[in-house]
């Protein structure tokens, strides 16, 4: 059965780069069927995607973060990682990383870790 | 971008049929999947390919799309049916991109 786990510090200065590890069981992350992702949900709203990987190391990510987000795989180690920059408060939020089905016509994701809440506080 | 809107909110009796709606420009033309997430917890997937539901998904789960509303409905609602609900599609239309819907409370009565 296909898990996935998040890992990293739960807080987080402020203009400092919040790093989190998603670590893949049950399944490889180096399956040609999937992207895997990131998805974050401030505390009492709502979702938003971040970005995803593939196991070659081909990205894509959502423009208003873009410019700040870095996400990387190790299939050695069954990982993938995500790296913002420039945190602030408002990047406060509950964390997940999900396996993401892509198909010429659809994405969606179905299966998510437990979630990691991440905290921008000096 | 692409805007997805749902309602804040849907009341239904239990035993009741709830309609969750996303609004969408065109949706129709779109592929749309339902997440339900419980407090505390990550989201499931429940609906996907607008109608399909993923195994152990109950029947009572069901999924419509056209024009510019998609619709996730519950029928005979049970108490633990009590979550937030979330629309999701992708837009291939500028960037390619991931885009959900604010998200709905659904609360049973």
């Known amino acids: 059965q296909l898990q996935l786990q998040e890992s990293g510090p739960g807080l987080v200065k402020p203009s400092e780069t919040l790093s989190l590890t998603c670590t893949v069981s049950g399944g490889s992350i180096s399956s040609s069927s999937y992207y895997w992702g990131w998805i974050r949900q401030p505390p009492g709203k709502g979702l938003e995607w971040i970005g995803s990987i593939y196991y070659s190391g081909s990205t894509y990510y959502n423009p208003s973060l873009k410019s700040r987000v870095t996400i990387s795989v190790d299939t050695s180690k069954n990982q993938f990682s995500l790296k913002l920059s420039s945190v602030t408060a408002a990047d406060t939020a509950v964390y997940y990383c999900?396996?993401?089905?892509?198909?010429?016509?659809?994405?969606?994701?179905?299966?998510w870790g437990q979630g990691t809440l991440v905290t921008v506080s000096s | 971008s692409y805007v997805l809107t749902q309602p804040p909110s849907v009341s239904v009796a239990p035993g009741k049929t709830a309609r969750i709606t996303c609004g969408g420009n065109?949706?129709?033309?779109?592929?749309v999947h339902w997440y339900q997430q419980k407090p505390g917890q990550a989201p499931v997937l429940v609906i996907y390919y607008d109608s399909d539901r993923p195994s152990g998904i109950p029947e009572r789960f069901s999924g419509s799309n056209s024009g510019n509303t998609a619709t996730l409905t519950i029928s005979r609602v049970e108490a633990g049916d009590e979550a937030d609900y979330y629309c999701?599609?992708?837009?291939?239309?500028?960037?390619?991109?991931?885009?959900f819907g604010g998200g709905t409370k659904l609360t049973v009565l």
């Open positions: 999701q599609v992708w837009d291939s239309s500028s960037d390619r991109h991931v885009v």
């Open positions: 999900a396996r993401h089905t892509v198909t010429p016509t659809a994405e969606y994701f179905q299966h």
């Open positions: 065109n949706i129709g033309s779109k592929s």
